[in-house]
C-alpha cells in the first residue's frame, strides 16, 4: 500500500558498495516515463550514470549537500525543456518523486539533490557545472539529481506525531477541525 511505503521512506544518503541490478533501473526508468506531466507534454529529459567517476564529478556539483552523492552507485539527472511546457518545474519534480517512490517499492535508498537555481561557485551555478559534466544541450534546465543505491543505514519512517495536521484546512483556509 502507497500510504505504507509513504510512512517509511525516508532520505537516504549513505549507500553500500553494491550496483542496482539492471532489471531494477529499468523499472526505475519505467516509472519515470510514466510519470504524469502536465498537458502530456512530457517536457522532461533523464540522464543513467553509473560510471564511479562521473559520479564522483557530480558529487561536487554545490558547495552543500551534494558530497554524499560519491558513494552512491547511480544517479539520475532530471532535466527538461521550458520550451515545452511552461510548468516544467512542477513535470520534473512529479517524476523525480515517482522515482523515489519506486527506488523504495524496489528496497533501494534515495536523496534529491536539488541543482537549479543553486550554485557551484560564486561564478557558476551548479546547473551550468553539471550540463558541462554531462554535456548537456543548452536547451534543457537541470532541475534535480537523484542519488539511489542499496541503503547502508537503516532510518525509521517519521513518526505520525511530527505530521503537521494544523496546515490542513477544511471549506476555507484556517478552518480547522
Not at 17 to 32: G, I, T
Request: net charge negative.
Amino acid at each position: 500500500m502507497l500510504l505504507d511505503l509513504l510512512r517509511s521512506r525516508r532520505s537516504i544518503r549513505s549507500f553500500d558498495n553494491k550496483k542496482v541490478e539492471s532489471d531494477k533501473l529499468e523499472h526505475l526508468l519505467e516509472a519515470v516515463l510514466r510519470s504524469p506531466s502536465s498537458r502530456s507534454l512530457n517536457p522532461w529529459e533523464f540522464i543513467v550514470v553509473s560510471d564511479e567517476q562521473t559520479i564522483a564529478d557530480l558529487a561536487r556539483a554545490k558547495p552543500h549537500g551534494s558530497a554524499f552523492l560519491k558513494n552512491a552507485p547511480l544517479a539520475i539527472v532530471i532535466c527538461a525543456d521550458p520550451a515545452k511546457s511552461d510548468v516544467w518545474v512542477e513535470d520534473a519534480s512529479i517524476a523525480a518523486l515517482i522515482l523515489h517512490l519506486c527506488a523504495a517499492d524496489l528496497g533501494l535508498g534515495s536523496c534529491w539533490i536539488q541543482i537549479r537555481q543553486r550554485q557551484y561557485n560564486d561564478t557558476t551555478s551548479s546547473e551550468a557545472y553539471v550540463r558541462e559534466v554531462l554535456a548537456i544541450d543548452n536547451d534543457l534546465s537541470v532541475e534535480a539529481i537523484v542519488a539511489i543505491g542499496y541503503p547502508a543505514e537503516q532510518k525509521t519512517g517519521h513518526d505520525a506525531s511530527a505530521l503537521l495536521w494544523e496546515r490542513i484546512s477544511h471549506e476555507r483556509f484556517g478552518e480547522r477541525k
